[in-house]
């Protein structure tokens, strides 16, 4: 079974870090390209982040450009998404996603709460 599990969410302050981890499961990690994804209430859901199989072209959305670093463990079956500085609308629930046989994975996601 193709699986991804996200961890590492929390309650940060305004201005903080924290660091998500995606385990996948089921299909050979390193042949694929990973997104993270979020999705705050009543929003839609918001391309954070991806990075190709071979770690060689991470790409960033405007608003996390220079604050969040995604990167990944191939040999950990592991992506990860370093979050600095987060803002009160980074509050979210974070989900990494890959595209499998044409279908789109996604994890059931990380809650990341921003409060002073």
């Known amino acids: 079974e193709v699986q991804l599990v996200e961890s590492g969410g929390g309650l940060v302050q305004p201005g903080g870090s924290l660091r998500l981890s995606c385990t996948a499961s089921g299909f050979t990690f390193g042949n694929y390209d990973m997104t993270w994804v979020r999705q705050a209430p009543g929003k839609g859901a918001e391309w954070v982040s991806s990075?190709?199989?071979?770690?060689?072209?991470?790409a960033y959305a405007d608003s996390v450009q220079g604050r969040f670093t995604i990167s990944r463990d191939n040999a950990k079956n592991t992506l990860y998404l370093q979050m600095n500085r987060l803002r009160l609308e980074g509050e979210a629930v974070y989900y990494c996603e890959t595209k499998v046989g044409g279908t789109t994975i996604r994890g059931q996601g990380t809650q990341v709460s921003i409060s002073s």
């Open positions: 990075i190709d199989s071979g770690s060689r072209v991470p």
